[in-house]
């Protein structure tokens, strides 16, 4: 009897739940799995409320239900000028998570090779596993993490069929240019690859400008673009996204989806629809608010030893921890709690190029202003 499962490589697979338990247990604060500690928007909530209470309880499409499929196809014109059928070039699924697994369960085959930028959101690499594909790291490096375009056209191979993209990019905050996004272009379309671009922190980009790959010639018909209300509107738990492009590409995500999870829920779908249709102040002033706590944070992890790297996007900051006189990211915050009393998250579970992730560490800053400056006080008092 086999008693263990298909083990799935998943390089960072257990760090976010390994180290938000670490937090709960030792008390300390929590900077290492990346969700925001205030609610999102309470006119959100009220149209959640509203369909919950008026009977919307029951499955909805799969493909997602009307009213967030055309805010998401408005979503995408409106910012970035994209036109989209709502019909046919939207799916709704169950966080970007899923969009991601079902995007490349349809689209990648055995033996597929897909571009990924290293280090990765850790989900990648278990999924691709699943698809049978293989991964081809093409590494973000210290101190400036941009893309390497040698090293991404040198990782083409006849075999390649598929760019998983992220920018803005989870864990190092960088996001691409626009000449970054046209090498890639350039690659995709000399060798013919589908991309598949998680842009979850499409909104929380600080002084530089998101541009959807979608966006560049030749890219369109070539593009899956995927988000999530959890990131831009403050509900990471209620897991809902979206995938949007061609229907050849929307019909692959569907076609997983289905036998995934059939539907995702339907009350919150409404909901954010409406998220989705808030005015430009309330994407200013979360932009804005993300913006200052990043600098809350950045500078304190400063003062505290650590030399940090400035993200240009997400939620995330990364640092060297060797100022501190450390070198192994793991060892440092598994004792993180005990040393300091904070939790992060260490770089090298998001690599297989371990030495490029060792000393490097992440740090989440989407709290509030006095819990940043409770960890800070914390670290500075423990390395100063
Ligand atoms: N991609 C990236 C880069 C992320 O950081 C996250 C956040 N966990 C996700 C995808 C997953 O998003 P969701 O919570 O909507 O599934
Ligand atoms: N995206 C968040 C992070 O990177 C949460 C990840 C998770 O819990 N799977 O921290």
């Avoid at 790291?137 to 040698?150: C, S």
């Avoid at 010639?217 to 990471?236: C, D, Q, V, Y």
């Avoid at 929307?250 to 629809?273: E, N, R």
């Avoid at 939620?315 to 915050?333: E, K, N, Q, S, V």
Wanted: net charge negative.
């Amino acid at each position: 009897m086999k008693t263990q499962s298909r083990r799935l490589d998943g390089l960072g697979t257990t760090i976010f739940a390994e180290m938000s338990a670490l937090a709960a247990r030792t008390g300390a604060v929590n900077l290492g799995q990346g969700f925001p500690d205030t609610d999102g928007p309470d006119a959100v909530v009220d149209v959640a409320v509203a369909a919950l209470r008026s009977g919307r309880n029951q499955y909805a499409p799969g493909i997602g239900v009307p009213e967030l499929r055309a805010a998401v196809a408005d979503h995408q014109s409106r910012f970035y000028g994209i036109a989209l059928d709502p019909d046919r070039e939207v799916v709704v699924t169950t966080g970007a998570t899923e969009a991601i697994a079902a995007a490349v369960l349809g689209l990648v085959d055995p033996g597929d090779e897909v571009l990924v930028l290293e280090p990765y959101y850790d989900s990648y690499v278990a999924v691709i596993q699943m698809a049978g594909g293989v991964r081809r790291p093409v590494t973000l490096r210290a101190p400036d993490f941009r893309l390497d375009v040698e090293a991404l056209r040198a990782a083409v191979t006849p075999r390649t069929t598929a760019v998983l993209l992220n920018t803005p990019h989870n864990p190092t905050g960088t996001v691409l240019t626009p000449d970054e996004l046209a090498a890639v272009a350039a690659v995709a379309v000399e060798h013919d690859l589908v991309v598949i671009s998680d842009e979850v922190y499409e909104h929380l980009t600080f002084g530089v400008p998101h541009v959807p790959i979608a966006t560049l010639p030749g890219m369109a018909e070539r593009t899956l673009t995927i988000s999530s209300g959890g990131k831009s509107f403050a509900f990471t738990g209620w897991k809902v996204g979206w995938a949007s492009g061609p229907a050849h590409l929307v019909d692959a995500v569907m076609g997983a989806k289905q036998f995934i999870t059939y539907t995702s829920g339907s009350p919150l779908q409404p909901a954010i629809a409406a998220a989705l249709r808030m005015d430009d102040a309330y994407f200013t002033s979360f932009t804005d608010g993300m913006r200052e706590r990043r600098d809350l944070l950045c500078a304190g992890l400063e003062a505290a030893g650590l030399k940090v790297f400035v993200p240009q996007g997400t939620y995330f900051a990364t640092t060297d921890i060797r100022p501190l006189g450390f070198d192994d990211g793991l060892d440092f915050c598994r004792r993180l709690p005990e040393l300091a009393g904070v939790v992060a998250v260490p770089h090298q579970v998001f690599h297989d190029d371990q030495d490029a992730g060792r000393p490097l560490v992440r740090w989440a800053f989407c709290k509030r202003p006095e819990v940043l400056t409770e960890a800070v006080t914390r670290l500075t008092r423990a390395f100063t």
